[in-house]
């Protein structure tokens, strides 16, 4: 009986080390930081804003508009905006698998450029759709990173007008009770709301209420997420750009030597003819 021929390990383990080797030189790292950086940008903007956008109602409520249908439509577009939170949230995450898919695929075009894979004209308009829809997005996402910091600002300006009257000394009451806070100038409420302003102590126990707290740190934490989501979204719009030219470069290299083998196989065909008819000949 033959003995068993066993491989060494440390074949086996080089093998397995080049197979790792390879797909992990097929990552879309470049890709896949975007993606991780879309949906982490996307996740604080969606979930602080709701969050916040719910605590500002009650904070009106409890300090600047006591009548209900004075803040009747502003409560119907928070509402509508946390209805679209639930949608851009869903979209953004079925767009960046997408993206990354793709990354995969531009990839993999570039990697096996002399390969038997070939990228098609479908592939490459794809490629150039998603390079447009990325720009939208973006400059979209441009708006939203500048509306987000409204809220930010009016919130800072309330603090700081707390932060003025706990400052005040204790024998100076009358003073710090003409400081005050009117949200009506903003236009979140119509000028006849009651009380539409607050000021002095009220004021100042409003700032201290937890609502307050948690709403005005969500709202900056908001507008950081909005914020790394725009740069998320011009590193995509880089990499499908780049994308997109390597795949361009890569058909009309495939087309340059389609030519070239198709103009050496009639070349072979002319000499091969060329041989017969000097055998005949001969």
């Known amino acids: 009986m033959f003995p068993f021929i066993h491989s060494p390990p440390f074949l086996f383990c080089l093998g397995c080390f080049e197979c790792c080797i390879k797909c992990l030189g097929g990552v879309p790292y470049a890709s896949l930081v975007a993606t991780i950086l879309c949906f982490s940008g996307v996740a604080l903007f969606c979930g602080c804003g709701h969050v916040a956008l719910a605590g500002t109602i009650s904070i009106l409520e409890q300090s600047f508009s006591t009548n209900v ?12 905006m946390q209805y679209v939170i639930y949608g851009i949230a869903s979209f953004f995450f079925l767009y960046g698998i997408i993206l990354l898919a793709e990354g995969f695929y531009t990839t993999s075009a570039v990697k096996e450029l002399h390969g038997e894979f070939k990228t098609t004209i479908c592939g490459r308009c794809i490629s150039g759709m998603f390079v447009f829809l ?9 708006g939203v990173f500048g509306f987000s910091a409204v809220p930010v600002f009016m919130f800072y300006n309330i603090w700081s007008t707390c932060e003025v009257i706990r400052s005040l000394p204790a024998n100076m009451t009358a003073s710090a ?3 005050c806070v009117d949200i ?30 948690l709403s005005y740190h969500l709202f900056i934490v908001a507008c950081a997420g909005a914020g790394a989501t725009v740069i998320a979204l011009i590193h995509f719009l880089m990499i499908l750009s780049s994308n997109w030219a390597y795949l361009k470069d890569a058909s009309k290299m495939q087309a340059y030597q389609d030519i070239k083998a198709k103009e050496e196989q009639e070349l072979q065909d002319i000499q091969s003819r060329s041989k017969e008819q000097l055998n005949s000949y001969t």
């Open 177 to 179: 009770d003409q400081i």
């Open 184 to 213: 009506r100038q903003y236009g979140i409420i119509p000028w006849n709301a009651v009380p539409g302003k607050a000021c002095g102590s009220a004021l100042a126990d409003m700032c201290s209420t937890p609502e307050f707290y």
């Open 69 to 80: 249908t004075d803040h009747a439509l502003l409560s119907e577009v928070v509402k509508l």
């Open 134 to 142: 990325t720009y939208v997005l973006g400059v979209a996402w441009l």
